[in-house]
């Protein structure tokens, strides 16, 4: 079945450093690939996405490239900001049935000042 | 506003005490979705819905029961709640199109005694 890994966390930076988290995952067919957000107490926020292979999804100065040969959908920021800190999730729509979401374990990522 | 929105956002009862999560949507979406968020788990899918009268199992449905008789309402019932069902729920709901992102309520954080 589809599957999603996420770099582990916690991940600890500092302001204006460089932020990549890790996003590899398993599918059969073209899936949708996603980051979503989830700030202290609230829901899921979808932070950007990618439907097809070499898409980029950015927002709020987030990236993520769709690598099919690589499986892969890294997060990146090039300069974090201590508002950016929060959970991170990687997630995949399947491109078959119902399309289910399927989400990596997430990432907590805090930003020192 | 386009918004998910579950009731009660806490609720700590005890086992075998029959409780209702409610979940409503104003986006007229087609699919609706529950969830379970786990420490280094992610969520987890638990059942979803694809229109009116329509539902179907997750990954984790032992112990939850979902109904659908309204396209914006979408209850999560736990006849007899366990411990081992203390998490945090989540509500979504997305267009039928498995492409467009989901979007969600902001929790109900379950404590069962």
């Known amino acids: 079945g589809n599957s999603v890994t996420q770099m582990e966390g916690p991940v600890t930076l500092s302001e204006e450093a460089f932020l990549t988290i890790n996003c590899t995952y398993t599918a059969t067919g073209y899936p949708s690939l996603f980051w979503y957000v989830q700030y202290p107490g609230e829901g899921l926020q979808l932070l950007l996405k990618a439907t097809k292979a070499d898409d980029k999804g950015s927002n709020k100065g987030f990236e993520a490239t769709y690598r099919k040969e690589t499986t892969s959908f890294h997060l990146e920021k090039g300069s974090v900001q201590v508002s950016d800190s929060a959970v991170y999730f990687c997630a995949l729509s399947g491109s078959r049935g119902a399309q289910k979401l399927v989400f990596g374990q997430g990432t907590r990522l805090t930003i020192n000042p | 506003e386009a918004q998910v929105t579950q009731n009660p956002r806490y609720l700590i009862t005890v086992t075998g005490k029959k409780l209702t999560v409610t979940c409503s949507q104003n986006m007229n979406h087609e699919y609706m979705s529950w969830y379970r968020q786990d420490p280094g788990l992610g969520l987890r899918q638990i059942y979803y819905s694809m229109n009116v009268e329509v539902t179907d199992k997750g990954d984790v449905p032992e112990g939850y029961k979902v109904s659908r008789k309204e396209k914006r309402n979408f209850p999560l019932i736990l006849e007899s709640p366990s411990p081992n069902q203390t998490s945090l729920y989540f509500c979504?709901?997305?267009?039928?199109?498995?492409?467009?992102?989901?979007?969600f309520g902001d929790g109900t954080r379950l404590s069962i005694l």
């Open positions: 979504a709901s997305r267009d039928i199109d498995g492409n467009q992102p989901q979007h």
